[in-house]
């Protein structure tokens, strides 16, 4: 080996192997999974690159993950022949946490939360999961495009350092070596192994083989020393999942599958499969996953489906197939209609993807509404992404009023903060003669509560949407109406209860203003420039004043988001 040096892993990586190896003991074994995910992925990135030069194939097309293991030498080897990487590939990858805002993520996480095993999914557990059940850690790997001295030899104990290599290397890809830690020997064990492969590697298209060993034996059945041959075995089913039909695959291989597309580490709450064809040809398999990503919210963060065009790998991410407010959906996008040499430019530009895109995002709209059946598992899903879906009106018009039925809001008839409250169940709830749905915007849900603009909507038993979110304002400056009934601002503008106040109510809140019109006059001329206009309300029941918002005015939370973004 040349060119020998020992680099320090980012802190993010030592916070990070730290964290995994003491949360998911109890779920050590999905270190294979990782692994061969990997490899997966490296094999399906060759396949993709090899698509305009056959020549990376080296000779030798036939993609396969195989896995070795050596009992008395405690290790367990999983090798690809895929993409392999660089020098520089290495470093960045088996060194780093590329993802931006994962600093920030560790920097806030309490010392109970670095115990908590599901956090490390936000993150996908994937390479560094090795370190769980090995101590030491070697990895040989070449480029496919690169020459046979160009291998790297990266080696690490997991702790604070790895040492890096240059190497010859024939075989293009990557092998792992893993050296067991004493209380993980067990996994160097045919059966194991075997096992494990079947359990998280059966929907991977690429082979998983493992070698087998046949004896020849004498007449007495007894094995004849000398006679055995090794062959290699595929042991997982290796074809891709959604391919297969819908019938004859379980809820366990979904969820493994899942696991693999979305780098997640938790099971997903609901999933869609469809085979589409017609004038599109294409299967999807979306999957809305139980936890978010850390970086949901971040603009460069991960989003989108893997996008496959006949079952050939052709991108990660592909941010084209999902408006921006379904982008927690995960899964895959496999068709006939897209050329293989499709770029992320020429999606762009393409009217087939619309086409897949608007019918996509129905499937997933759709997925929701069947989800909504089960309060408790759409509570799940609300409380994690429901301030995404919230973006929906503003940016899908066509599809606004199925994103209202999905809608989940804080009322005054729970009175409780939880978000559990469909606009349906508002409705069913309307007093005779209301016509509107009304709202309040506040800072926090507690203001919102105790806003004194409800006074009046208390003493007259109607129902009052609390909202909260960063987002709300936005959102129904852009929901117009629902089951036809507008919405209407209970702090903005003339208050009008429509037909639930009797003729004799208007008429006395009418004498009240004109007995008043000194006093109004009087606070007018204090106030000064200050307002615009001083009225009598009858909103109030309790408080002797409130500040009321013009009807097209601007509120108070977006006022705030544009004067953050210097406006
Ligand atoms: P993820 O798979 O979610 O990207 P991992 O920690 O599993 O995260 O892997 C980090 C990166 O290391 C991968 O994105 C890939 O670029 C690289 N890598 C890991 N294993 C392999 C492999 N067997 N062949 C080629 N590249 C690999
Ligand atoms: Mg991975």
Redesign the pocket.
Known sequence: ATHEETLGFQTEVKQLLHLMVHSLYSNREIFLR?LI???A??CDKLRYQALDNDALYEGDSELRIEIEHDAKAGTVTVR?N????SRD?VIQ??GTIARSGTAEFLKQLSGEQQKDAKLIGQF?V???SSFIVADEVTVR?RRADLAHDAGVEWRSKGEGEFTIADIPRDARG?EIVLHLKKDAKEFADDFRLKSLVRKYSDHIDVPVRMPRVDVERDDDGKEIPGTEKTSWETVNEATALWVRPKAEISDDEYKAFYKHVA?DFTDPLTWSHNKVEGKLEYTSLLYVPSRAPFDLYERDGARGLKLYVQRVFIMDDAEQFLPLYLRFIKGVVDTKDLSLNVSRELLQQDPQVDKMKAALTKRGLDMLKKLAKDKEQYQSFWNTFGSVLKEGPAEDYANRDKIAELLRFATTHTESATQDQSLADYVSRMKEGQQKIYYIVADSFNAAKHSPHLEIFRKKGIEVLLLSDRIDEWLMSHLTEFDGKSFVDVAKGELDLGDIEGEEEKKAQEETAKAKEDLVKRVKDVLGADVQEVKITHRLTDSPACVVLPENEMGFQMRRIMEAAGQ
């Open positions: 990782e995910s990997n490899g992925d490296a690809d895929g993409i392999g990487m590939e990858n088996l996908g994937g390479f560094y790997t990557t780098h």
